[in-house]
């Protein structure tokens, strides 16, 4: 059985390295294949898929400093290094990282992080107050998944803690809280998300993430694609080598309406 779980990734892992790769021209909102000047970080499988969720994706580079980024890193850093890295997941999705939650940040940290939900989430939505930080080691990787409505990654402790805080009788018992949008800060390093559709895996997208980007995945893109963040030795975007480093994801997420 492992053999054949092996020979499968093989072949998958050989599929996109063979398979075109499409991109979006700035000419009518058309798509092509080959160098664009726009949307440098998306491309697929297919004109079909990319329109499908064009507008269910955002990555926008140098999203953050060199100095806001060392201010995050020093910030999240203090929590991470007490932890050892990890390499199974309690529903088996991420492979070598570690994880930690914060509530308050500084004042240069707590200022980007406004930025970033203001540009990710509607006005008035309501927002999962704490900030989930993922740390992956350079051998790590997140392996394919869809995020569950019903389940957070914050512990029990966290998860009441936010709610008679901030949620009160409102909705104190709903375990339905993660919501529509996820949105990310890259730290540290480069890395390719990939998204694949559910139901057709011949169906995919890579968004490509520069470090100090941030990335944004809204509805059907959130929940109807696995996504990923591919391992160092698969990491390849349009053909194009993209080293992996240890990088670290400052994470918001929204409650849902």
Not at 201 to 227: C, E, G, M, P, Q
Request: hydrophobic share 35%; glycine share 4%.
């Amino acid at each position: 059985m492992r053999l054949l779980i092996r020979v499968a990734k093989e072949a998958q892992r050989k599929y996109f390295h063979r398979t075109s790769c499409y991109r979006f021209t700035s000419e009518g909102s058309t798509l092509r294949k080959g160098p664009v000047e726009e949307c440098k970080w998306l491309c697929g499988s297919s004109q079909n898929i990319l329109s499908a969720v064009r507008e269910q994706v955002e990555v926008r580079q140098n999203f953050i400093s060199e100095e806001e980024e060392n201010a995050l890193f020093k910030e999240v850093e203090k929590g991470l290094r007490k932890k050892r890295y990890e390499f199974d997941h309690w529903d088996d999705a991420i492979h070598g990282y570690r994880e930690t939650e914060r509530l308050q940040w500084g004042d240069v940290c707590e200022s980007i992080l406004r930025r970033v939900r203001a540009v990710a989430f509607p006005e008035g939505s309501p927002l999962l107050g704490p900030v989930h930080v993922l740390d992956l080691d350079k051998l790590g990787y997140i392996k394919p998944h869809i995020d569950s409505v019903k389940v957070c990654l914050l512990s029990t402790f966290s998860f009441y803690y936010y709610y008679l805080q901030y949620c009160h009788s409102t909705c104190l018992f709903s375990f339905q809280f993660c919501g529509s949008t996820i949105a990310g800060l890259s730290l540290l390093s480069d890395s390719v998300m990939r998204l694949v559709q559910e139901n057709n895996s011949a169906d995919w997208v890579d968004l490509l993430l520069n470090r100090r980007s941030l990335y944004i995945l809204r509805d059907d893109a959130r929940f109807k694609f696995t996504h990923e963040i591919l391992k160092d030795e698969e990491s390849f975007f349009s053909g194009q080598r993209v080293p992996r480093h240890r990088r670290i994801s400052v994470i918001c997420r929204n409650l849902p309406v």
